[in-house]
């Protein structure tokens, strides 16, 4: 077997001079070292001499050009940078529009029926939604007028009532007035020459102060405008001084005894002002001063 048949195939053929060739670039670049050297020892060697000399001589000799270093050489340029091409343009692809499909005639004129139908329907719907929601409000409003009306014929009526308490009232008051007067007079004429009543046993022309049942008229007068919702377990007496006029209006009232319990001394007070109004005695008159107590369980 041959020697060209044990290299590979694509292996490349072997060259001959090969080791002369490093042996030659070897003492190549030694030359170049030692020349190198020898320039660089030659100049500081005359640039540092230390003696000076002239030389003379009979005849003219042209002077030795000056050692020129050599000029380095240039540096490269860059080459240019090529930019790559752009890419050729993409081929626009042209859409061809799609034919438009044909539509039957009697479809069409059904769609626009079912459509006209549709809002037709919509339209009524919102025409009964507006009807209902004014009827509502009608109603509604007329609620509310019948309402008023019915509070202001309350009203009316409550005035009515109190008119006619007031003027019952008034004709009680004035009876009462009239039947005061009667008394005064027959106590006037009693101090002129008579003397007291039938039964009196006294020595004055009439009796004073209120009567044995005063008291409980004046209570009874009173406690239905007291209002005391608290719970107590004792049953405490506040003894109030009321003042009156001769007319029997209320004119002033003072706390004489506490009950210790201070809502029902309010509850009191605030009772002798709302009755305004006390009840004359048997004799038609009413006690300019007095004291009367009060019980919460009484």
């Known amino acids: ?39 660089v020892s030659w100049k500081r060697e005359s640039t540092n001499a230390p003696v000076q000399a002239e030389l003379w001589s009979t005849t003219v000799a042209q002077a030795a050009p000056a050692l020129m270093e050599p000029t380095p050489p240039p540096e490269p340029k860059p080459e240019p940078k090529v930019e790559p091409p752009p890419p050729p343009p993409k081929p626009v692809k042209v859409v061809e529009p799609e034919p438009e499909p044909k539509i039957d005639p009697q479809i069409a004129i059904e769609k626009a029926k079912k459509e006209e139908k549709k809002k037709l329907e919509k339209k009524k719907a919102a025409e009964a939604k507006a009807l209902a929601k004014k009827e509502a409000e009608e109603e509604a409003e007329e609620e509310a007028r019948l309402e008023a009306l019915a509070k202001k014929k309350r009203a009316l009526e409550a005035k009515k009532a109190k008119d006619a308490k007031e003027a019952t009232n008034d ?83 003072k706390l004489i005894k506490s009950s210790g319990i201070k809502a029902w001394d309010e509850a009191v007070m605030r009772a002798i002002d709302k009755t305004e109004i006390l009840p004359r005695d048997t004799d038609g008159t009413v006690p300019s001063s007095f004291e009367i107590s009060f019980r919460p369980k009484d």
């Open 171 to 253: 004709a009680k008051y004035e009876a009462s007035l009239k039947a005061a007067r009667d008394a005064n007079l027959k106590r006037i004429q009693g101090v002129a020459g008579a003397s007291g009543a039938e039964a009196a046993t006294g020595t004055a022309k009439q009796s004073t102060g209120p009567s044995a049942g005063y008291a409980g008229r004046v209570v009874a007068r009173i406690k239905p405008n007291i209002v005391f919702t608290e719970d107590i377990s004792t049953n405490p007496t506040a003894v109030i001084e009321v003042r009156c006029a001769a007319d029997g209006r209320i004119t002033g009232k």
């Open 1 to 39: 077997m041959s020697l060209a048949s044990d290299r590979p195939e694509f292996t490349p053929p072997s060259t001959s001079g090969r080791g002369r060739a490093i042996g030659l670039a070897v003492l190549a670049h030694a030359f170049l070292i030692a020349a190198l050297t020898w320039g």
